[in-house]
T-cell receptor
Framework: QQPVQSPQAVILREGEDAVINCSSSKALYSVHWYRQKHGEAPVFLMILLKGGEQKGHEKISASFNEKKQQSSLYLTASQLSYSGTYFCGTESGGATNKLIFGTGTLLAVQP | NAGVTQTPKFRVLKTGQSMTLLCAQDMNHEYMYWYRQDPGMGLRLIHYSVGEGTTAKGEVPDGYNVSRLKKQNFLLGLESAAPSQTSVYFC????????FGPGTRLLVL
């Protein structure tokens, strides 16, 4: 089942912070975060693995609560370049990296 | 190093016609994926492959077939296109990080 993302959309001013949440009804092995700008392909941001390992972006951080099957993406001091749609992809196990993506969160950063 | 490429970029089909979308990657990845993206639905996995000669079904495989005859190529076929298959199709490759191609916009009339 698709993970649920919240909020669906958020508008920020430059320099403001935002949190995007991703929640699954299934036990998770990992959570992946991608950003997609309008008309472009999704781009990898971060992966969070069961057990706490985190790999990815320098300026964007995330958390993964395995017990609650939730992940949150933290965007601090947002820049105009952060605008886009953010997707979480969840993996429930196995070696296929078969991701189920959420429906996305649209982030608009204004000057 | 081109990464992941997709052809064609855009195509219009009539209902019942067939076509093949080609995905090519030059990163020597074992894993390749086909997704479709529809407004409000996010990315949904159609089929994937964990190596040359292997394919497996994803979330929404009906109406599509795939082949992975060469490691660097992953083909997605529509045997008899339907308007419900109007979408943007993305190919991706990689394991922990999935690298996406630029997408193919398909319109079925």
């Amino acid at each position: 089942q698709q993970p649920v993302q919240s909020p669906q959309a958020v508008i920020l001013r430059e320099g403001e912070d935002a949190v995007i949440n991703c929640s699954s009804s299934k036990a998770l092995y990992s959570v992946h975060w991608y950003r997609q700008k309008h008309g472009e392909a999704p781009v990898f941001l971060m992966i969070l693995l069961k057990g706490g390992e985190q790999k990815g972006h320098e300026k964007i951080s995330a958390s993964f609560n395995e017990k609650k099957q939730q992940s949150s993406l933290y965007l601090t001091a947002s820049q105009l370049s952060y605008s886009g749609t953010y997707f979480c992809g969840t993996e429930s196990g196995g070696a296929t990296n078969k991701l189920i993506f959420g429906t996305g969160t649209l982030l608009a950063v204004q000057p | 190093n081109a990464g992941v490429t997709q052809t064609p970029k855009f195509r219009v089909l009539k209902t019942g016609q067939s076509m093949t979308l080609l995905c090519a990657q030059d990163m020597n990845h074992e894993y390749m994926y086909w997704y479709r993206q529809d407004p409000g639905m996010g990315l949904r996995l159609i089929h994937y492959s964990v190596g040359e000669g292997t394919t497996a079904k994803g979330e929404v495989p009906d109406g599509y077939n795939v082949s992975r005859l060469k490691k660097q190529n992953f083909l997605l076929g529509l045997e008899s296109a339907a308007p419900s298959q109007t979408s943007v199709y993305f190919c991706a490759s990689g394991l922990e990080t999935q690298y996406f191609g630029p997408g193919t916009r398909l319109l079925v009339l």
